[in-house]
Structures are given as structure tokens and as C-alpha cells.
């Protein structure tokens, strides 16, 4: 919302001037000509209310071209308050500052928002900068919009200085997660602004670049919205790093004049699927500016088909195995490059297949495959779920049939029916796994330095891995997540008893990394007052079990302390729980005399729970060793005086009821004496 220079909205690069090479671009929309046409409008009145203004007529073209049937009336009536309201308002360029929420309504608009966000869009600046109320928003244009608004308003209250930064954010994520589409209109403001930054002073852009790129743009990756996401890394790319920039634009122009690799390859991949009989579309992707830097990073000279993949679309899922079929069966496939996210869809709803073929004439290029659906969400992520609150029937096979794809309900009709859960908090069914688990984590950390260092190590991880509970339930993880990450993920802080886990049905250490589609159980102590070790945090992975560990501790010091060695149980033990041996060395005892082996995990506090159970069973301790603990697990070697030989059975189960034991089993050998 900040007054920067207005510029050209698409077909450019980073610095405005149009991209070299093979990119392709939208038409180009002039924002000046939008701006005088909003002055005009100005002075020659309101627009007849059977048409739209010239204005926004833009907005309208890309919003039908996704929505044909949205009503457009309610665009219309909330582009008269904002231009009227932001009338005699000019951004640093001196462009009327209309300007300003139009191009960040088209920006929404080419992505396939909906009805409601646009709306919000066009009104986003208006209580902020101008004497419009929430009030007045509500009753013009409902809840659903008024909501979108004040959220957005909120996040452009709190300073970006450095200080301010984690309460910002802190903001953001609330905000996020209430409504995905606040952040959304958060996104495509500030690309505007990133791409109208030229007017700024150096200082200011590079501080607004950073936080751009610290922040927005892992946000951006992570509510799937890769349109917005790759054009702000480029644009923070120019600024930060303008050499490199300059020198990666430089190898882009060179390729684009050396010839079409992946343009030869592309015919010779439609012409087998069309021998094949599979109606797919062949497009050339180009790589944008960042993307070819990295490669160059990694590969060192880049080859032609460098520069690119190969987008292959199709109309159904299984249209894409078949292109897969036919495209390993006539290319020399690169096994190693082959992935899939339509079985495995990534944490941000990501689906395609991926793999690499190498032509005949030596050509390596990559290849993503997907439906037409699929590649709507893979560029607009969030954007195209629509309004999370507007039921809308399910589409089988679809990645988003678990979420609500309301295609732009009119706003102020009242949309927003089961938004709000019983304590009066929204809950967006959209949310996605990982921001429900930062808003989880947020809460409870306190302090700001804590939450600020976590919400940076968290953005920082690109990937998530997938774990299946046994009751059939599943948890979504940041990569190198461990059982211990995924016990605070499913049971909160009745974690704290963990004692141990079980992946894919084998015991595991809690400091097992998990992997994607491993099955993960979590076994829990009974006892309330057990708690995590401080060698858990070498293990913690996530800020939910960091923090949650951290807390314990603090309120746990002497857990801090390892416990004393247990004192060998004195000579006359047996004696004193009347063991069968009380009358003296002379009695009968063989038959009565076991060796207990026990598997346990190690924890506080469980060698006296042991030796109670025993106890209370009525027998005594002979003899006992424990070995040395590997990765938490205890092996314990008990020989053991029983008064009647018939009460093992329940002496064995009593032993495998004590939190923190596993198995126990009769042991070969006697255990040495003492402990």
C-alpha cells in the first residue's frame, strides 16, 4: 500500500523493462491509462449503473475468464468507494493512488479469485487512508468482505522495522490462518509494491526486500501461490544481488539467441503423445531469473535445455501416468529425476508428476505432468480453493476435495455460514497442516526472540514429509522431523510422558527420523509426572517440540540433574518381604527361583517402579544387572525368588505394566549379583 511509482502490471522483469528470451507474457496492462481513466471517470461523473467503469474493466475481463458467471455488479459498486474515497490521493509517481488497489485487484484476478477477495481487494487501503469506517464497509458490502478488510488493515498497522518484525508476523500468521485470503491480498500488495519499488530510496528497498525475502516469499511457497512466489524472489534477486541478477539476465538473452533446445524437444514429445492418442498440451516453461541462478550455482556452464522444462497438460490424472507410460517407453528416461506428488501431494497442495528424458540427440529435459486443475493450484495455491467458508460439492480425485472451492458467492449476500466455530473463532477449513501447527506453536511462545527464531528455522524448511498414525490419523512434519516432533504434533504436552515409539510396527528410538509414509505409533507413560529429557532437544526438530521442552524444563530443573545410581538392595532383602528362603539357607528354593529379562525405555525414576512392582507381587530381588542404556532403551537382567511358582504369569505382567516397559521375557543365563 506504500506510494511507489506505478508501472506496466505484467510482461516485465524485475526492473520494469520487458524479459528477454523465450518468456512468454500476458497482455500488457497499462496502469497510467487505467489511472487517467479513473481521473476522467472523476470529473465526468459517476459511471451508468448498467455498465462498469472504464477502469476496471480489466479486472472484470480476467476475473470472467475464471469465474463466467460472477456477478459484477458488487466489483462495481466497490470500485466507486474506493475511488471516490482515495480521490485526491497520488503515490510517490504521481499516479492517482487508484491505481495502487486496481493493480492489485488484477494481480488476484488473473490468479482466479474469487468474487470476495476482489471485493476486498479494491477496499484493502480504504479504511486505512481514508475516511471510509468498518462500519460503512459492513453495511455496503457484508461480513465476509468487512473481515478480509480489517485483516489486511491490521497487518499494514505494525511497523517492519527490525524490532516490530516478530509481532508482525505474529499478526500474520493469526490473520493467515483465520482467512487465508487475507494473506493472499497481503501477497499481491506487496508484489505490486515490490515491482513499483524503483522510487524508494536504496536503504528502503533493500530493507523491504529483505523482509520480503525472510518472510513473505516462504509464506508465498508455502499457501502454494508460485505465481506471486517466483516474481517477488526475482524482484528481490535485482535488488539484493544486482550483479548477479545482471549476469544471470545476460546468460537468459545469450540462450534465447542460440536456438530453441526445448522448443525441438517439445515437438517430438506432442507427436508422440499424439501418435499415442493422448490429447495433452505441450508448452516450454521457462525458468525464471532465480531459478537459472541456482542451476548455474550447481552445474557450472548451463546447456540449452537448462533453461526450461517441459509443461505437459492433460484433462485427467490418469491421462498423465499414460503420458509417463509413453514418454519412458520412447525417451531414455533419467529414473533418478522421476517424482510423484499426484499420489504424494506436497504440504501446499502441489500435484505432478516429474521426470527427465534425454532426446536423441543427447538433449536432457525435464518434464512436469498434470491436469489442467493441477496446474491452476500449482500457480495459484490458495487462491484458487475460492471462499473456504462457501460449501461447494467435492470432486472425486481431486486434490482439493477436502477443502471448500466456493466459486466467488456474491458479496454481502450473507456468505460466511460455518466460519466461525463455537467460541467465536473463525476456522478455516482450508488451513493447511503446517500453519495450523505455527499458530499451535505461537501461542505458547512467549517470548518474542523464541517465537522469531523458531518462525525463521520453520519458513526456512521447503519440505514436508507425510507420517500415518495408527488410528489412522495422519500428521504432516518438516523434513528431519523425529518421533519426537511427531509425539508433540499428536498428543501436545501429554507428550512429556513419552517413552518410547514404535515405526512401521519395530521399535524406535524417539530420536528416529521419520520418513514420508512411515507409520508412526507413540507409546505414553501412565505416570503424570514423568517428563522429557534434556537430550531431547539434540532431537527436536519442530518449534511445537522445542518449545514445549524448553518450557518443561524451566518448570523441571532438577530434571536437568541425572538421577543417582540405584543402591544394590542389602543382603536381607528377601528376609524382610518374606521370601521363601527366611528360615534360612536350607530351605527348598530351586523351584521358585527365576531370571526375568526386561526391555524397557529409560526414563526417571523407573528402576524403583520396577522393584515395587516386584514386591508387591510378593517376591524378592536375588540378583539383578542393567547394561548400559543404547538410544533410550534399558535392557534389565533380574533373578528373582517367587513363594509359589504358579504367580509368574501375573509377576510378568505386572512388570509389563510399569510405564516406560515393553517386553519381559524368561532370560538364559542368572543375573549377576548386585546392581
Given at each position: 500500500m506504500s506510494a511507489e511509482a506505478a508501472q506496466p502490471l505484467s510482461g516485465t522483469g524485475p526492473t520494469g523493462s520487458a524479459a528477454p528470451g523465450r518468456r512468454r507474457s500476458r497482455a500488457r496492462i497499462d496502469l497510467r491509462r487505467i489511472g487517467r481513466a479513473a481521473l476522467l471517470g472523476a470529473t465526468a461523473g459517476p459511471a451508468p449503473r448498467d455498465r462498469l467503469p472504464d477502469a476496471i474493466r480489466h479486472v472484470a475481463e480476467a476475473h470472467r475468464a475464471h469465474h463466467p458467471d460472477a456477478d459484477l455488479s458488487v466489483l462495481r459498486r466497490a470500485y466507486v468507494l474506493a475511488e471516490s474515497s482515495h480521490r485526491g490521493q497520488f503515490r510517490k509517481s504521481g499516479e492517482p493512488y487508484i491505481t495502487h488497489p486496481l493493480a492489485v485487484t488484477l494481480i488476484l484476478a488473473e490468479l482466479g479469485a474469487e468474487t470476495t477477495t476482489l471485493t476486498a481487494s479494491l477496499l484493502h487501503d480504504t479504511v486505512e487512508d481514508t475516511e471510509v469506517t468498518l462500519d460503512q464497509v459492513r453495511e455496503a458490502f457484508g461480513d465476509e468482505v468487512t473481515y478480509l478488510v480489517d485483516g489486511v488493515t491490521k497487518l499494514e498497522k505494525v511497523d517492519y522495522g527490525a524490532a516490530a518484525e516478530p509481532e508482525t508476523f505474529r499478526k500474520m500468521l493469526v490473520a493467515t490462518g483465520d482467512d487465508v485470503r487475507v494473506m493472499s491480498i497481503k501477497l499481491a500488495d506487496r508484489l505490486h509494491n515490490m515491482r513499483t519499488l524503483g522510487v524508494m530510496r536504496p536503504e528502503k528497498q533493500a530493507r523491504t526486500a529483505r523482509v520480503t525475502r525472510d518472510v513473505l516469499i516462504p509464506l508465498a511457497e508455502r499457501l502454494g501461490v508460485q505465481a506471486l512466489k517466483t516474481e517477488l524472489e526475482d524482484l528481490v534477486f535485482a535488488i539484493l544481488h544486482p550483479e548477479q541478477y545482471a549476469a544471470t539476465r545476460a546468460l537468459i538473452a545469450a540462450d534465447a539467441l542460440a536456438g530453441d533446445t526445448l522448443g525441438a524437444v517439445a515437438d517430438q514429445v506432442a507427436g508422440v503423445l499424439r501418435e499415442a492418442g493422448i490429447a495433452a498440451e505441450v508448452l516450454v516453461r521457462p525458468r525464471h531469473f532465480v531459478s537459472v541462478h541456482r542451476i548455474h550455482l550447481k552445474r557450472g556452464e548451463l546447456r540449452g535445455s537448462d533453461f526450461g522444462r517441459l509443461l505437459v497438460l492433460v484433462a485427467e490424472d490418469a491421462d498423465c501416468y499414460a503420458v509417463l507410460g509413453e514418454m519412458h517407453t520412447c525417451f531414455t528416461p533419467v529414473i533418478s529425476e522421476f517424482k510423484d506428488f499426484i499420489a504424494a501431494p506436497k504440504f501446499n497442495l502441489y500435484?505432478?508428476?516429474?521426470?527427465?528424458?534425454?532426446?536423441?540427440?543427447?538433449?536432457?529435459?525435464?518434464?512436469?505432468?498434470?491436469?489442467?486443475?493441477?496446474?491452476?493450484?500449482?500457480?495459484?495455491?490458495?487462491?484458487?480453493?475460492?471462499?473456504?467458508?462457501?460449501?461447494?460439492?467435492?470432486?472425486?480425485?481431486?486434490?482439493?476435495?477436502?477443502?471448500?472451492?466456493?466459486?466467488?458467492?456474491?458479496?454481502?449476500?450473507?456468505?460466511?455460514?460455518?466460519?466461525?466455530?463455537?467460541?467465536?473463532?473463525?476456522?478455516?477449513?482450508?488451513?493447511?497442516?503446517?500453519?495450523?501447527?505455527?499458530?499451535?506453536?505461537?501461542?505458547?511462545?512467549?517470548?518474542?526472540?523464541?517465537?522469531?527464531?523458531?518462525?525463521?528455522?520453520?519458513?526456512?524448511?521447503?519440505?514436508?514429509?507425510?507420517?500415518?498414525?495408527?488410528?489412522?490419523?495422519?500428521?504432516?512434519?518438516?523434513?528431519?522431523?523425529?518421533?519426537?516432533?511427531?509425539?508433540?504434533?499428536?498428543?501436545?504436552?501429554?507428550?512429556?510422558?513419552?517413552?518410547?515409539?514404535?515405526?512401521?510396527?519395530?521399535?524406535?528410538?524417539?530420536?528416529?527420523?521419520?520418513r514420508d509414509g512411515d507409520t508412526v505409533q507413540l507409546l505414553l507413560a501412565q505416570d503424570a509426572a514423568s517428563g522429557p529429557s534434556p537430550q531431547w532437544l539434540d532431537h527436536a526438530r519442530t518449534p511445537a517440540a522445542r518449545i514445549a521442552i524448553t518450557g518443561w524444563l524451566r518448570a523441571h530443573p532438577e530434571a536437568a540433574t541425572p538421577p543417582a545410581a540405584a543402591p544394590r538392595p542389602p543382603a536381607d532383602a528377601a528376609k524382610r518381604h518374606g521370601g521363601p528362603d527366611a528360615a534360612g539357607p536350607g530351605s527348598d528354593t530351586t523351584a521358585s527361583r527365576v531370571t526375568l529379562s526386561v526391555e524397557s525405555f529409560g526414563r526417571p525414576g523407573l528402576l524403583a517402579d520396577l522393584t515395587e512392582a516386584i514386591a508387591a507381587e510378593g517376591a524378592t530381588v536375588a540378583a539383578a544387572t542393567v547394561d548400559p542404556p543404547d538410544e533410550q532403551r534399558v535392557r534389565h537382567t533380574y533373578t528373582l525368588r517367587l513363594p509359589d511358582a504358579a504367580g509368574l504369569p501375573a509377576l510378568m505382567k505386572a512388570m509389563r505394566d510399569v510405564p516406560g516397559v515393553y517386553d519381559v521375557s524368561r532370560a538364559r543365563r542368572p543375573a549377576a549379583p548386585g546392581l
Open positions: 500435484q505432478s508428476l516429474h521426470t527427465a528424458i534425454a532426446a536423441p540427440d543427447g538433449a536432457v529435459a525435464e518434464v512436469l505432468i498434470r491436469t489442467h486443475r493441477m496446474h491452476k493450484v500449482a500457480e495459484a495455491g490458495v487462491v484458487a480453493l475460492g471462499n473456504p467458508y462457501a460449501p461447494a460439492p467435492e470432486a472425486p480425485g481431486d486434490p482439493l476435495t477436502s477443502a471448500r472451492t466456493g466459486a466467488g458467492a456474491g458479496a454481502g449476500q450473507g456468505a460466511g455460514i460455518g466460519a466461525y466455530a463455537e467460541d467465536g473463532e473463525r476456522a478455516d477449513p482450508t488451513r493447511p497442516g503446517w500453519l495450523s501447527r505455527l499458530l499451535a506453536w505461537q501461542q505458547s511462545a512467549h517470548d518474542t526472540d523464541t517465537f522469531w527464531t523458531a518462525l525463521r528455522a520453520d519458513l526456512a524448511q521447503d519440505q514436508e514429509v507425510t507420517v500415518f498414525r495408527t488410528d489412522g490419523g495422519t500428521l504432516g512434519l518438516p523434513a528431519g522431523a523425529t518421533c519426537i516432533d511427531a509425539a508433540y504434533a499428536w498428543h501436545g504436552e501429554a507428550a512429556h510422558s513419552c517413552v518410547g515409539a514404535r515405526v512401521n510396527g519395530r521399535l524406535a528410538p524417539l530420536s528416529t527420523v521419520l
